[in-house]
């Protein structure tokens, strides 16, 4: 059974930093999408960031030059770095996983369903 593990959220101050971290022990394909997705009290889900297998990345545009995903493989462990946190941040966070199809199909806005998900992590960004 898949799980995922977030961890490392929290509350800052804006403009501050923090790491998310995402234990995927049992999450074992060797072809995959993996990514951040969160969700603000009110509104949508939306991703965050995405990374696949071969180490191709995506950004939404509320998070590019602030935010960095990457992945640990040895460790099975998927990273957020979040910069310069603004107030808009604040969200639960959560890590999510997807075998197959990769590169661009990973964005779920193009209609990609990830199958396993994380519980999440609470950011809060406080003035």
């Known amino acids: 059974q898949v799980q995922l593990v977030e961890s490392g959220g929290g509350s800052v101050q804006a403009g501050g930093s923090l790491r998310l971290s995402c234990a995927a022990s049992?999450?074992?394909?060797?072809?995959?999408?993996m990514g951040w997705f969160r969700q603000a009290p009110g509104k949508e889900r939306e991703g965050v960031a995405i990374v696949d297998s071969y180490g191709y990345t995506n950004y939404a545009d509320s998070a590019k030059g602030r935010f960095t995903i990457s992945q640990d493989n040895a460790k099975r462990t998927l990273y957020l770095q979040m910069n310069s946190l603004k107030l808009e941040d604040t969200a639960m966070y959560y890590c999510?996983?997807?075998?197959?199809?990769?590169?661009?199909?990973?964005?779920?806005?193009?209609?990609?369903?990830?199958?396993?998900w994380g519980l999440g992590t609470q950011v809060t960004v406080s003035s």
């Open positions: 999510a996983a997807d075998p197959g199809y990769v590169g661009s199909y990973c964005d779920s806005r193009r209609g990609r369903v990830y199958k396993y």
């Open positions: 049992t999450f074992t394909y060797s072809t995959y999408c």
